[in-house]
Every structure is written in structure tokens, then in C-alpha cells.
């Protein structure tokens, strides 16, 4: 009764687990009998004929014999094809044609001719198999690159069964793979448009600035036409590259949700994600009826999420977005699994301030009704505007600057500046959107003018407290910006003059 075991993953969430792979082979009145336990859903209990036929067909042939396959732990429910290759090589263990594989973890879906075909979580996959003390990584070609980012693992991308059985047999032909670096950050100007494009809007310019520097959440407001999208566009294009910590993680991701191109490696520059405003709460947040896929909030992590016509997503839906912006993250909860997300990302959203556009614009008529107005401000809640931490009103630009053959500053000078605010703030720990109480209270000190000045605001502005700390969170992202150490009551007065507009357009 030969009895053979593999080693094997499973992903949950952002993270994979070890599973084991237990083949065994034995003499049965019903010959070719095959039994697969272990909480498989439907992709995994349809490997059996993936299974056969790849064998068959890469000239190794069946077991004449009832087989049962065993995915430990049991009480885990394994989702996917990616347990087809793990599983057929335990085959071939238990039939003697392999051997000896504890110090390698397979993973990858069979085609019916035997080819490899590839899967989602690779870089969770290899991480996982660094931390079982697993040495060596079989998986499919196309997923190599991105798992050979791992370091302590050796990563073997193969095409097919015929060849994954070959590099058990004679390792010392095959190469390992080498990681790969995707978009550098060099090529910033090439994957983004430029601020030198926008044409006015220069309070608008210098406020995505801040909200860059600082990693804060931006809402724009103003009539059709006026350069929201374009600035938003353009804001990505100034945001730094990701560090190496902060790539791991967002690979892992996109990996999961099988967004990375075939042979991409690590993910160089910040997502942008931008989703209409029909989207789904699942789609928004994550989840789903039965393998639960991170949201767009989560593919935004580490970087930016755009929402365009704000007021037009479902409020139920915006709604969900409190407890990803206050927490960094999302729990996304079923009755057979609960996951966590991660979802730290600047959100910048544009809307217009009525249905029309045009309210509060000088040279066009607005045509809405006061009722009308009330209520499409009102799809905004209170809540969900006092953690956005800069509002900036984004006016027509008139015909003269739009015109204008005058330069404006490039995104390149910009991300400079923001560069250097950001390296101030990793040497502290953390972003200053994201600044802990304790933290901000010792970095935030006010002289006795500045104290003044936002006393005199939080008073005449019924600002609440959430509000008092964000204003302080931008006023700590301007002195960053001038290199000061200390916040004084200019960088306090600019702070404010971005809470302003809630307060003039919903109330």
C-alpha cells in the first residue's frame, strides 16, 4: 500500500497556509477509483480527470488501482486548480516514479495535454514555503518571477508536468528563476501625464501637493470641466516609489486577484485605482459568495483610489468606506470565513457641487433647486466627509491662463518636494495621515499663535474632533514640506483653508 506525500498551499486573504498532499494507491474491486477528501470545493474536485488526462498524456500513464488523495489540514476548505500539479506528482510518488520531495513545495492547475498553467498568490505562496523551511519551489513558468522575489527560497518556474518531473530527477539542469522589477521608479514620467499640462489651478496644484507629501485623502469640488480628473490623474504621477516592504505587500494583492501580467515580478509603482460609481460593496470592499477577493479599496493599498462623480456611488456603498480610511483596513466577514484586508490608500474624490454643475459658478446659471442641491450634497454623510482630510474647490479656468504659454511646474520638481517630505516622515514610523494620538500630540506642538488660530476655527467652524486632529495631521505635512521642525500659524492657517469647503457647501 504505498503511501506518498507532497507538499502544497493554500491562500487565504493576502496569506498562504502549508497544505500537505497524501496520496495513496491500493488494490480495489472498483479499480481506478479515485477519492479526494479534505474539504475540496469544485475546481479541486474536478482535478481528477485534469489529473488522468495529463498523465496519460505525458507518456507516464494511470495507476491500474483506486487512489485517495488526502489535502491536510482537513478542516480548511481548499479552493482552486492549483493543487493539480502537487497532486499529480503525488501520484507519480506513490507509483515510484518520483522521490523524495519534503524540501519542495509544488503549485500549479494541469492542462489536459500536461502544461503547467498559472495561478494566483505566487509571492504568498513562496513566502509561505520560506516560512515552512521549504528550500525549493516548483510553480509555473509564468508565476516564477514574481515568487523569486523571495529570498532563502529557490524558485523553479516549469512549463509542464513532463518537466517538473525532470527537474526532480535531474535538478542540477535547471536555473533558477531570477526576480523582476516592474516599472521603475524612473519611468514615473512615462506612466503618468504631467502637471506641466494643467493650465491655472494653482491652489488646486498646491493642495494635491500636500495631500502627496502627507498621504491624505483629497475631495474636489467644482463645475464640469474645471481639470478634477486631470489633476487626479497627474496626482499619481508624483507619489513616490514604493519601498521594498510596501511592494511585497501590494504584489501579494494584485497577485491574489490575478491582476499581475504574465511574468511581471515585483510591482515598482503605486497602484491607481480608479472604479465607476456603480461598482458593488463587494466590489468596493471585497468579498463574495464563496472565495472571498480583495476590493478595489485593497488593490488601492499603498496607493490611490479615485473616485470620480462621487455623489453617484450608492451612499450604502460609501458608507463602507469609514472603516478602511480610519483603520487601514477592511474585515470583510461570511459565515464560513472571516478575513482581513489590507486597505491603507489616499483617496481622492471629484464632484461636481450640484446636479447641474454649475452652483456657486459665476458666469453660468445654475438650474437646480435649492431641494435639489440639499439632496445631492446630502449623499455625502457628515462622517464620511470628516476623514477626508483636504477639501479644495476646483474652479473653471479662465480663457487668459488656459491660454497662457507661461511654464507651470512639472510633476518631476514636484515629487521631488514630496520625496522629501515623505523620507521625514518613514524616519518617524509612519505617514503623517496616519499619525497615532500620542504621536501627533508630541509632533504637533503649537506655539501660542497657532494655538489662537485653530482655537478660533474649531469654534467658528463647529469643527469636531476628528476634524481638530486632521487639520493638525496637514499642518504637520506643510512644515514637512518647508523643512521645519516646528508648525507654525501659517502652516496652521493653510491647514484650515482646506476644511472649509464642507462647511460652505453642507451647511
Request: glycine share 8%; net charge neutral.
Amino acid at each position: 500500500m504505498p503511501l506518498f506525500k507532497t507538499n502544497s498551499a493554500a491562500v487565504f486573504g493576502i496569506d498562504a497556509h502549508p497544505v500537505q498532499v497524501e496520496v495513496d494507491l491500493y488494490k480495489s474491486g472498483m479499480a481506478r477509483d479515485f477519492v479526494l477528501v479534505g474539504m475540496p470545493d469544485t475546481a479541486v474536485r474536478e482535478s481528477r480527470e485534469r489529473i488522468k488526462s495529463a498523465m496519460m498524456n505525458s507518456g507516464f500513464g494511470y495507476p491500474n488501482k483506486a487512489v485517495t488523495v488526502n489535502l491536510a489540514p482537513a478542516n480548511v476548505r481548499k479552493e482552486g486548480a492549483g493543487f493539480d500539479l502537487p497532486m499529480a506528482l503525488g501520484i507519480l510518488g506513490a507509483m515510484g516514479v518520483v522521490h523524495g520531495l519534503d524540501q519542495h513545495l509544488a503549485i500549479g492547475e494541469l492542462s489536459l495535454d500536461g502544461a503547467v498553467r498559472p495561478v494566483r498568490g505566487a509571492l504568498s505562496i513562496a513566502v509561505c514555503a520560506r516560512q515552512q523551511g521549504i528550500r525549493n519551489l516548483i510553480l509555473p513558468e509564468e508565476n516564477a518571477a514574481e515568487a523569486a522575489v523571495v529570498e532563502d527560497v529557490h524558485v523553479f518556474g516549469v512549463r509542464s508536468l513532463a518537466e517538473s518531473v525532470a527537474l526532480l530527477a535531474r535538478p542540477e539542469e535547471f536555473t533558477r528563476a531570477l526576480p523582476r522589477v516592474r516599472a521603475a521608479a524612473e519611468d514615473s514620467d512615462a506612466l503618468y501625464p504631467d502637471f506641466a499640462d494643467v493650465r491655472g489651478q494653482i491652489t488646486a496644484k498646491r493642495a494635491l501637493q500636500i495631500a502627496a507629501a502627507g498621504a491624505h485623502n483629497v475631495l474636489m469640488i467644482g463645475p464640469p470641466g474645471s481639470g478634477k480628473t486631470m489633476l487626479a490623474k497627474r496626482l499619481a504621477g508624483i507619489l513616490p516609489p514604493l519601498r521594498f516592504e510596501e511592494a511585497i505587500e501590494t504584489t501579494k494583492i494584485h497577485s491574489i486577484a490575478g491582476l499581475l501580467p504574465k511574468n511581471a515580478g515585483l510591482l515598482g509603482t503605486r497602484p491607481f485605482r480608479s472604479p465607476h460609481h456603480t461598482i458593488s460593496d463587494a466590489g468596493l470592499i471585497g468579498g463574495g459568495s464563496s472565495a472571498l477577493r480583495p476590493g478595489e479599496v485593497s488593490l488601492a493599498h499603498n496607493g490611490l483610489l479615485f473616485l470620480d462623480e462621487f455623489p453617484e456611488f450608492p451612499r450604502n456603498v460609501l458608507e463602507l468606506l469609514r472603516q478602511p480610511l480610519e483603520d487601514g483596513s477592511v474585515t470583510v466577514a461570511r459565515s464560513h470565513m472571516t478575513l482581513c484586508f489590507p486597505a491603507r490608500f489616499m483617496m481622492v474624490a471629484a464632484m461636481n457641487p450640484c446636479p447641474c454643475g454649475f452652483y456657486g459658478d459665476a458666469t453660468r446659471e445654475c438650474r437646480c433647486t435649492p431641494a435639489t442641491i440639499t439632496r445631492y450634497l446630502g449623499r455625502i454623510s457628515g462622517p464620511l466627509l470628516d476623514r477626508i482630510d483636504i477639501h479644495i474647490e476646483v474652479p473653471a479656468v479662465p480663457y487668459k491662463e488656459l491660454r497662457s504659454e507661461v511654464a507651470t511646474e512639472t510633476s518631476a520638481s514636484m515629487r521631488e518636494r514630496v520625496d522629501a517630505a515623505r523620507a521625514i516622515q518613514y524616519a518617524r514610523g509612519c505617514y503623517n495621515s496616519a499619525l497615532p494620538p500620542r504621536t501627533l500630540r508630541k509632533l504637533c506642538a503649537l506655539d501660542a499663535a497657532g494655538e489662537r488660530t485653530l482655537e478660533m476655527a474649531v469654534r467658528k467652524m463647529s469643527l469636531s474632533a476628528r476634524a481638530h486632529d486632521r487639520i493638525l495631521k496637514v499642518a504637520r505635512t506643510v512644515a514637512d514640506l518647508d523643512n521645519s521642525d516646528a508648525i507654525a500659524p501659517k502652516h496652521i492657517a493653510e491647514a484650515i483653508g482646506y476644511r472649509s469647503l464642507d462647511r460652505h457647501y453642507w451647511t
